[in-house]
């Protein structure tokens, strides 16, 4: 029986969870580099170590990317979480890759983008993580700087905050996830990383993350 997208979500989200890529933990909350204080940590590179859940990945975003975009002509990873991710699945799909600095070099070249664009070929980004969307948006217009057709950008997870969808949008860069915020918080509880108790609590700092340590 073929997997449905949500089923695939799904399953990414437990193998996530798994694995401890994302921790929830309401109770001992995390202090982000913003400040602000989370009940949830997420580092998706620990995925590479896990071949099975790789490949997975892999997979997922190959099917994300062909059903949402079709196929464009070179993959973009964002760095440094998206760079592994990317040539995973540019060399899946048989493309040229490429990847994009968080800034310009200070030395050398000078170089944001690493790799071969050339002016008007499209391009699919990869991203790992979604939080504002900020760093993500500055790899799409370094992109279209050079004549990119960016059809837009996949990502393994989002915390879906309103900030980053307005971010997008504003950016004209379609966004599609392979699991998001709600799907983890039902799976997690459906798996027992979470309690009923804890879901108000996630449910809350989702919505206001920033005055959320007032509620915690």
């Known amino acids: 029986m073929t997997m449905t997208p949500f089923d695939a979500a799904h399953k990414v989200a437990e193998f996530l969870l798994q694995i401890k890529a994302i921790k929830l933990q309401p109770e001992q909350p995390f202090t982000w580099a913003s400040g602000w204080k989370s009940p949830i940590y997420c580092d998706n590179r620990k995925t590479l170590s896990y071949p099975q859940i790789r490949t997975y990945i ?44 968080s800034e310009a070099k200070k030395h050398g ?35 279209r700087d050079k004549g990119c057709i960016v059809k837009g950008m996949v990502a393994i997870f989002t915390y879906g905050f309103d900030e980053a969808i307005e971010n997008m949008k504003k950016a004209n860069c379609q ?39 007032q509620l915690a």
């Open 58 to 101: 892999r997979q997922q975003y190959v099917n994300m990317i062909t059903d949402k975009y079709g196929k464009p002509d070179v993959i973009a990873g964002v760095a440094t979480g998206g760079i592994a991710q990317g040539a995973l699945v540019a060399q899946d799909l048989g493309l040229p890759f490429v990847y994009v600095r």
């Open 109 to 143: 070249l000078t170089n944001m983008i690493e790799g071969v664009v050339e002016n008007g070929q499209t391009v699919v980004v990869i991203e790992d993580l979604i939080s504002t969307g900020g760093s993500s948006i500055k790899a799409v217009e370094a992109l």
């Open 175 to 213: 966004l599609h996830t392979l699991c998001d915020y709600n799907i983890l918080i039902e799976v997690a509880l459906k798996h027992n990383f979470i309690t009923e108790a804890d879901v108000e609590s996630l449910t809350e700092w989702r919505t206001s993350p920033m005055t959320w340590k």
